[in-house]
């Protein structure tokens, strides 16, 4: 088990619980709040752990495993819900109805298996367990047979660089490595995997695979999937473990079904990702636009259809910018940027900048580093917005205790319907706002960005920012999610781009994919896993016996 030295996890929502702010900061924060927004309410700051009400475990924890497992009340919190807005309300609330019953922490492959011959033994349900940053539901024991006990499955003490090829340039890395440590360790080899999502400071390698993550480069090798070369995992019916190659023909991968699979399928214990030589050579810009739909975005697809391959190709309308502090708000931003580990870039993005300024943009600001200095500070507007976009799931829980709903979903679609898929989408949010809210308050903000860009098409993520409805904070975000999703839905779209399944996109998913393929998966699951164990619920459900 995790030693209780270490520094623990808030309770409720993002973050180390000596980073919580004080009463004196939630009230200077309100203020600043209402500022801002026109809207917000005096903080309530949240049920403290020892005030919540925990129903008691339902398993016995074996004799002469301590540290293995364990009912410790912190963990079984921290280990209740995810990052989602809905799981952050109900967290300060102290409202915990899905506490798992046991939480393991195992330090091996064997140890994992012994995990699972305990849950098979209980008949507990296993979830594993990453960062916890799951915003969709993907962690919470939200079962449909509230009965049926559950075990977290923590791969905390999994979390080493195992081995490192620098002849291949890839690395075998265990599935608990959390963001900035996985990197520290691959900077020793003058490495990177080059991947960094949002939650990059909790979430793991593991999670990464599973729930096929994103990361915040916009073109590229920027998805976990380009990365892997291999993994590894252990199942209910034993060990999955693919050979490792740099590419293959024989027949479905292995590793794609895993990769996505949100714990389904199997305990994703290592992997062997792709690595690369950490770059030196940078250059950026910020460009102005007054027309998001037609020329920013025109500019932008024509960028991703020209082979330059940036770094960085973010677009972000007036209001995100203005909210996060890269604009003033008169106009959109697009944040280009370009690196390498061998060559200067600034011609590149002299090219990429060329193209946005024949859309009608203007440069704002423009930046290079020459790989023989540091980097120093990037004092531009997308310096600026880089810090507050890393800094926002901590605003989050601030925005929480001040009564206000801060909420956010992404999808994908190709560039022929994106005018049109933007439209439909911001109008739905918006009513859903609007009709889910308090009567004559402030209208909602709903913010749009273009986090990933394609040739074919882009991933415009969306930021609801609206009044919450105090004590009915959890119904108005599924009346708000629920009109979202069904206008990406039918609006083409993908449900999700990169922040998983889990059980809160289910509805949608489902009618996404090909029946066909729900049956095989349901099939291959049951393959694996026989007594459904590993987080029932999501992705498929059991095929009726009758």
């Known amino acids: 088990m995790a030693d209780s030295s270490v520094r623990r996890l808030k309770h409720w929502g993002w973050g180390f619980e000596d980073q ?65 807005y809905r799981d952050v309300v109900r967290g300060h609330r102290g409202e915990f109805e899905n506490p798992p019953d046991v939480v393991a922490f195992p330090a091996d492959r064997e140890e994992v298996e012994l995990v699972l011959e305990r849950a098979d033994s209980a008949g507990a349900a296993v979830i594993p367990f990453g960062g916890g940053t799951s915003v969709v539901g993907g962690v919470e024991p939200r079962l449909d047979d509230p009965e049926r006990p559950v075990i977290s499955l923590d791969l905390r003490e999994m979390a080493s660089v195992l081995e490192v090829d620098s002849v291949s340039g890839s690395a075998r890395i265990e599935a608990g490595a959390r963001g900035p440590a996985l990197e520290a360790m691959l900077r020793e080899h003058d490495l990177t995997l080059r991947h960094f999502p949002q939650s990059f400071e909790f979430s793991t390698l593991g999670g990464w695979v599973a729930t096929r993550a994103g990361g915040h480069f916009a073109t590229g090798e920027t998805h976990i999937d380009d990365l892997v070369e291999s993994v590894t995992a252990v199942t209910p019916s034993g060990l999955w473990q693919s050979r490792r190659l740099p590419g293959s023909g024989a027949g479905p991968s292995p590793d794609r ?3 996505g699979s949100e ?17 030196v050579f940078r250059a950026s810009a910020t460009i102005g636009f007054t027309d998001f739909v037609e020329a920013a975005t025109g500019a932008v697809r024509e960028i991703a259809q020209s082979g ?17 502090m890269a604009g003033d ?41 020459d790989g023989q200095g540091p980097d120093g500070e990037d004092e531009s507007g997308a310096g600026r917005w880089r810090t507050a976009f890393l800094m926002a799931p901590y605003l989050r829980d ?31 949010t918006v009513r859903a706002a609007l009709d889910a809210g308090t009567p004559g308050s402030l209208p909602p903000r709903v913010t749009c960005r273009l986090t990933h860009v394609y040739p074919d098409g882009a991933a415009p993520y969306f ?10 904070e959890v119904e108005q975000w599924d009346e708000i999610k629920r009109a979202a999703s069904e206008a990406i839905a039918t609006a083409g779209g993908t449900i999700t781009h990169h922040h998983a399944v889990g ?25 694996v896993d026989p007594s459904w164990m590993l987080n029932p619920g999501v992705l498929v459900d059991r095929p009726d016996p009758t």
């Open 20 to 84: 919580a702010p004080s009463s004196r900061e939630l009230n200077e924060a309100a203020s600043g709040v209402r500022q801002m927004f026109g809207f917000g309410e005096e903080p309530v700051e949240p049920v403290a752990a020892e005030e919540v009400v925990l129903a008691g475990p339902r398993i016995e924890l074996p004799e002469g495993r301590e540290g293995l497992f364990t009912s410790d009340r912190h963990e079984r919190l921290v280990h209740s819900l995810g990052k989602a």
């Open 257 to 259: 079904l895993l990769i």
């Open 263 to 279: 714990g389904t399928l199997g305990v994703i214990t290592d992997s062997w990702v792709r690595v690369r030589p950490r770059p």
């Open 308 to 324: 330059l391959a940036p770094s960085n190709c973010r677009l972000i309308d007036r209001n995100e910018a203005a909210m996060m």
């Open 329 to 369: 708000g008169s106009e959109d931003l697009l944040l280009l940027g370009f690196e390498s580990a061998t060559v200067p870039v600034g011609e590149m993005l002299d090219r990429a900048v060329g193209i946005a300024t024949a859309s009608g943009g203007e440069v704002r600001a423009r930046r290079v580093v």
């Open 398 to 428: 601030t925005l929480v205790c001040c009564g206000v709903l801060s909420e956010t979903f992404e999808s994908a679609i190709t560039w022929d319907r994106f005018a049109e898929f933007h439209g439909s989408v911001v109008e739905a």
């Open 463 to 472: 930021t609801v920012i609206a009044p919450a409805v105090r004590g009915g």
């Open 503 to 527: 059980r809160d996109h289910r509805p949608w998913y489902d009618r996404q994919r090909p029946e066909p393929f729900a049956a095989a998966l349901a099939s291959a699951k049951s393959g």
